[in-house]
């Protein structure tokens, strides 16, 4: 029997770019995959087990309430439909054929980001309007606090290496501003690890992806106060219908979390002893230096820095990571900095023996340009 790759023509990739969407996230474990196949083959009454699989994950987090959607981009335009319509059963099938008045959604600025689709898309979609706080680089408690006024729904916070880090406001500050203003607040911690510590500092609906950190099917988690968490689930019914999650990706997920709470996580520390030899062989290169970076919005991930002296091998940056796709394996970098020269390779998805496949790659195509 020919691969999947054999029987429709695809390449072979080498992730080095992490959990990324357009990649496919990540590889669940047998486990999960067992929970997705016996959810397909079995039926259910749908609301009996959106409710009974969110009480046993809230059990797990020790939260109010939870419940599974199709991706975290569905979380977020749900949990912003949720606090505009609540439980209001003609806005709930309604949404966007009614003016609304209070429906402003506030973010800090440098939170308004694109992580593949634009954040202020989902919140359209969830009938919200965006009212951004503070300025590219800073955003304070209190200028979060001076964007509410009486048209402010919610305040949405942004938690990713996507998003401006620097002089912004904590989410535990912004959990104080929501307080002071009576106002529901939001957090996006769709690729974050600790399941556990937005909703304790103070968010009322946090939002992760399903198949990233916790590396379960296609799917999203929202956990948090449970009138909020049921307003979500009543968006099933409205906007949710076009989003909605199936048997497998529900019981998928839920295994999933078993699985995340108790397995040992690979440590930065160890992500480091992977890299050291693949950084030593790239040091050997002339016109390239690598390094150990630390992820920046602070999670416990070491990657691999590479920046090249674009003078001395000839060729872009840019160039140079649009070679490596095309040759026998599609291989991916994080390449936010491309511009600047510098690429980052996270290794958490990579063998040892495909960080030896980059190094060579890296080595041919820069041989390459410099005989040219």
């Known amino acids: 029997m020919s691969s999947i790759y054999e029987k429709y023509n695809l390449k072979q990739v080498i992730n080095a770019s992490g959990r990324m969407t357009a990649l496919g996230v990540s590889t669940p474990r047998p486990e999960v995959v067992d929970a997705v196949t016996n959810g397909m083959n079995h039926y259910f009454e749908m609301k009996d087990l959106v409710n009974k699989t969110g009480e046993y994950i809230a059990k797990l987090l020790d939260v109010e309430a939870a419940t599974v959607v199709s991706c975290a981009s569905a979380g977020i335009a749900q949990s912003v439909a949720a606090v505009l319509v609540k439980d209001n059963a003609w806005l ?8 609304l008045e209070n429906n402003e959604i506030v973010l800090p600025k440098g939170h308004n980001v694109n992580f593949g689709a634009p954040v202020g898309t989902m919140v359209y979609l969830g009938g919200g309007k965006v009212v951004e706080a503070g300025y590219a680089n800073e955003c304070s408690a209190d200028q979060l606090a001076a964007a509410i006024s009486p048209r402010t729904a919610a305040i949405l916070y942004i938690k990713s290496h996507h998003s401006v880090q620097k002089s912004m406001l904590s989410v535990e500050q912004a959990a104080v501003v929501a307080r002071k203003h009576n106002l529901p607040l939001i957090v996006d911690a769709a690729a974050e690890e600790d399941l556990q510590c937005y909703y304790r500092a103070g968010a009322d609906l946090v939002i992760y992806s399903g198949a990233k950190a916790i590396e379960g099917p296609t799917s999203g988690l929202v956990i948090g106060k449970a009138q909020y968490i049921e307003w979500v689930k009543l968006q099933t019914s409205g906007i949710g219908r076009a989003m909605k999650v199936g048997k497998e990706g529900i019981l998928g997920l839920t295994c999933a979390i078993e699985h995340y709470l108790t397995a040992e996580k690979e440590s930065g520390a160890q992500m480091v002893e992977k890299m050291t030899p693949f950084i030593a ?6 016109g390239i230096t690598a390094r150990v970076v630390w992820d920046a919005a602070g999670r416990d991930i070491a990657r691999t820095e590479i920046k090249f002296d674009e003078a001395a091998i000839g060729v872009s940056t840019v160039e140079l990571v649009s070679a490596l796709k095309q040759g026998e394996y599609a291989i991916f970098f994080r390449g936010y900095k491309a511009n600047e ?32």
């Open 281 to 286: 062989n790239l040091n050997t290169l002339e």
């Open 341 to 372: 020269g510098i690429i980052e390779a996270d290794v958490r998805s990579v063998s040892p023996q495909q960080l030896e496949i980059i190094y060579h790659s890296i080595k041919a195509l820069v041989s390459k340009e410099k005989q040219a």
């Open 92 to 99: 709930i099938e309604n949404l966007h054929g009614t003016p």
